[in-house]
Structure formats: structure tokens, C-alpha cells
């Protein structure tokens, strides 16, 4: 993807030279060598795009067929002229603006059991960001099962205006962590509300960088 540089944007090397500072040099190399594959750009997905990005994140694979809703403006990372765009054209652009030298993949298209494999085999880490239990489910089983070296972060419940603490990170197998808190559920009525689902999205993007430079629980 090509990059449209205005003058005071800052070199490659001085915005790493800030997050070695931040984050440390030997973590930093591993987050900036690392590829992480972001199954579903909504309320999660994006929220775990940008935090990663601004982590200084190698390389992201961006996946979704849908196209930013003016119902999405208020959880997504999502701009209101963005509108009617197609998500994974959206948010490649505003990863572009907050990190100019992320590399990005895009495939506008449904993850399906027929192309998920693919589509995320060049992953090290896949993070699963899906709205819809069935999609969840078939992801879950597919890399656990197809793909047992990969590390899988999902999420399962971040509705509501519960307490913020109940949104937690649970290490459920070695390679499979589970983010929220386990019991919401949008279809209860409770809706979705923009801080806690971004909680949630922050304990996926966390825990990514944790496994990436060995935190591990």
C-alpha cells in the first residue's frame, strides 16, 4: 500500500526510536517483527487495529465484508465521512494517518470455513473480532483444531453498562485467551456500549503485545 508523506510527518525512525524508548528495544523488535490478522473491523476489530498500530506493530491482515453504517460511528474507529465505505478501505486509511509505516493487508470478504485458513495462515497471532456467535464459534474451532501453533485471542461478552472490571482476560489453553466478561449479550437488548466494548478490544490488543514479548500468563 503506498504512502502519501506530507513534510512533517515523522521519519520511520523516529517514531520507533519513540516506542523503543516506550516499550523497550529487544520487546520493540518482536511487536515490530510481528503480523497479527484482525478477523472482523467493528467495535472490536478496529479498536484492537489502532492500538496495535500505535504499538508499532509490524504487519496487520484486515478482514471484513461489511461497509461502515452511520449506527457504527458511535463504538467504531470510523470517521462520519466514512460512511458507505467499505470497512477494510477505512480503516487502512486512518491506520495510514496514525502510522504511516504499518504494512496492511486487506481483504474486503466474509471469513468463511472454505477461505479462513488462508486468509489468516500468515498470521502469528489471530484475533477474533466478530459480531456474530456462529462466525465466532467456526473461527475458534477452525484455528484451534487446523492451526494448533497459532495463538487466538477472542472475546465473548462486552454489552451494557456493567462494571469495567468485570471485563477480563482469561488464559484458557495455551495458546487461546478469552477477553470480556463472559456473560453479555447484545442480543439480551442490553446494546453495546462504546467504552466497554473498547475495554474489551484493549484487553484483546494487550494481550496480543503481551504474548509477543513473552507476558505471558
Aim: charged share 20%; with cysteine.
Amino acid at each position: 500500500m503506498s504512502l502519501n508523506l506530507s513534510n512533517n510527518i515523522p521519519s520511520e525512525e523516529e517514531m520507533l526510536c519513540v516506542l523503543r524508548q516506550r516499550h523497550g528495544e529487544a520487546r520493540q523488535e518482536k511487536i515490530s517483527a510481528a503480523t497479527v490478522a484482525v478477523c472482523g473491523l467493528g467495535g472490536l476489530g478496529s479498536n484492537i487495529a489502532v492500538s496495535l498500530a500505535r504499538a508499532g506493530i509490524g504487519k496487520l491482515i484486515l478482514i471484513d465484508f461489511d461497509r461502515v453504517d452511520v449506527s457504527n460511528l458511535h463504538r467504531q474507529q470510523y470517521k462520519a465521512s466514512q460512511v458507505g465505505i467499505s470497512k477494510t478501505e477505512a480503516l487502512a486509511e486512518n491506520l495510514q494517518e496514525i502510522a504511516p509505516y504499518l504494512t496492511l493487508e486487506t481483504h474486503n470478504i466474509r471469513v468463511t470455513e472454505l477461505n479462513a485458513l488462508s486468509l489468516i495462515q500468515p498470521a502469528d497471532i489471530i484475533c477474533e473480532a466478530f459480531d456474530n456467535a456462529a462466525a465466532k464459534a467456526m473461527l475458534t474451532n477452525m484455528v484451534l483444531t487446523k492451526m494448533p501453533e497459532k495463538y487466538l485471542v477472542a472475546a465473548s461478552g462486552m454489552a451494557g453498562f456493567g462494571s469495567a472490571n468485570e471485563i477480563r482476560t482469561r488464559r484458557v489453553s495455551e495458546r487461546f485467551y478469552l477477553c470480556g466478561d463472559g456473560v453479555s449479550d447484545v442480543e439480551d437488548g442490553i446494546g453495546l456500549v462504546s467504552s466497554r466494548v473498547m475495554l474489551c478490544a484493549a484487553h484483546q490488543a494487550h494481550t496480543v503485545l503481551r504474548i509477543l514479548t513473552g507476558e505471558v500468563e
